[in-house]
């Protein structure tokens, strides 16, 4: 399976930006790279996909390195609704469906 | 966006009984559900992809006669945990996509006493 690798926990004060990085360096050239965010006691909620290009929406950006070994979450303004754990996800196609496998994911911290 | 909803949100049963879990996509049809079991403080861990109208597929060390999947409609997936013991007791999530977002419930948290 293709795993990635995420710091446990950051820390980030309220309106400043936070970088979430993900390493994986076992990337296949068909795995898109997928970001969801669990808030305590809920389901996960999507986040942002890519596979090459950088990719921006209304939630976030995510940088994606040259070589596609790394990525990056970008949240431009953190807010305390933003205190979540962030999973970087590598979709794996098994048996002809596409299915995600979270890895532990980074527990990020807001401060007022 | 789409939504997929699971009921019941909690539920309490006595060991050795049988509880069942709903998962329903509200606003598209999902031919591929999957469910997730979450024990405190940790991640999400695959138990199983839900097909309609055929077997569900188990991830490996998931018994498939305990965790019991029944996919009978394209909205609808259902987990039955049988002959539940304490250590059952999780958060259970499941999960259907569209394109390339998956959409999951609102999780299902199971207390076996």
């Known amino acids: 399976d293709a795993k990635t690798t995420q710091p446990n926990s950051m820390e980030s004060n309220e309106e400043e930006p936070v970088h979430l990085p993900c390493n994986h360096s076992?990337?296949?050239?068909?795995?898109?790279i997928h970001w969801y965010r669990q808030l305590p006691s809920q389901g996960p909620e999507y986040v942002i996909h890519g596979l090459t290009s950088n990719v921006n929406n209304r939630m976030a950006s995510l940088a994606i390195a040259e070589d596609r070994k790394s990525s990056t979450l970008i949240l431009h303004r953190a807010t305390l609704r933003d205190a979540a754990v962030y999973y970087c996800i590598l979709s794996l196609t098994q048996g002809g469906s596409e299915k995600l496998v979270f890895g532990k994911g980074t527990k990020l911290t807001v401060n007022p | 966006g789409a939504v997929v909803s699971q009921h019941p949100s909690r539920v309490i049963c006595k060991s050795g009984t049988s509880v069942k879990i709903e998962c329903r996509s509200l606003?598209?049809?999902?031919?591929?559900m999957f469910w997730y079991r979450q024990f405190p403080k940790q991640s999400l861990m695959l138990m199983a992809t839900?097909?309609?109208?055929?077997?569900?597929?188990?991830e490996q060390g998931v018994e498939k006669d305990k965790f019991l999947i029944n996919h009978a409609s394209l909205t609808l997936s259902t987990l039955t945990v049988t002959s539940a013991h304490p250590e059952d007791s999780s958060f259970y999530i499941c999960?259907?996509?569209?394109?390339?977002?998956?959409?999951f419930g609102q999780g299902t948290r199971l207390t076996v006493v």
């Open positions: 839900s097909n309609e109208g055929s077997k569900a597929t188990y």
């Open positions: 999960s259907a996509r569209q394109g390339a977002e998956a959409f």
């Open positions: 606003d598209f049809q999902a031919t591929t």
């Open positions: 076992t990337i296949s050239g068909t795995d898109y």
